[in-house]
Nanobody, 125 residues
Framework: VQLQASGGGLVQAGGSLRLSCAASARTFSSHYMGWFRQAAGKEREFVAVVTRGGGSTDYAASVKGRFTMSRDSAKNTMYLQMNTLEPGDTAVYYC???????????????????WGQGTLVTVSS
């Protein structure tokens, strides 16, 4: 599975961006699909996830209520709508999928098998 992330850019605090992640194969029914981010000098951290078949979603506490993850099965594409962006959201954002993840490992980057190349989001104050 190849993933292609896009949509990053420079935005002022309070603004919005929508990230996209196109998958090369049908993954929605068999994969956990997630978004992670990595700020300069920090470890990669969980942002959002949707389980196989879209049964459940989860968000990091820092983005809950501001970010929304969605999927378009027909396009094999997932999205991350980011609203009310803050300077602390500045990071490289990665999409990822996993065949083997389970609910208890959903937050762990090591549980994910396939990764996009990352797209940079910069939020200015």
């Amino acid at each position: 599975v190849q993933l292609q992330a896009s949509g990053g850019g420079l935005v002022q605090a309070g603004g919005s961006l929508r990230l996209s992640c196109a998958a090369s194969a049908r993954t929605f029914s068999s994969h956990y699909m997630g978004w992670f981010r990595q700020a300069a000098g920090k470890e990669r951290e969980f942002v959002a996830v949707v389980t196989r078949g879209g049964g459940s979603t989860d968000y990091a506490a820092s983005v809950k209520g501001r970010f929304t993850m969605s999927r378009d099965s027909a396009k094999n594409t997932m999205y991350l709508q980011m609203n009310t962006l803050e300077p602390g959201d500045t990071a490289v954002y990665y999409c990822a999928t996993s065949v083997r993840a389970i609910w208890s490992t959903r937050l762990d980057p090591n549980a994910y098998d396939y990764w996009g190349q990352g797209t940079l989001v910069t939020v200015s104050s």
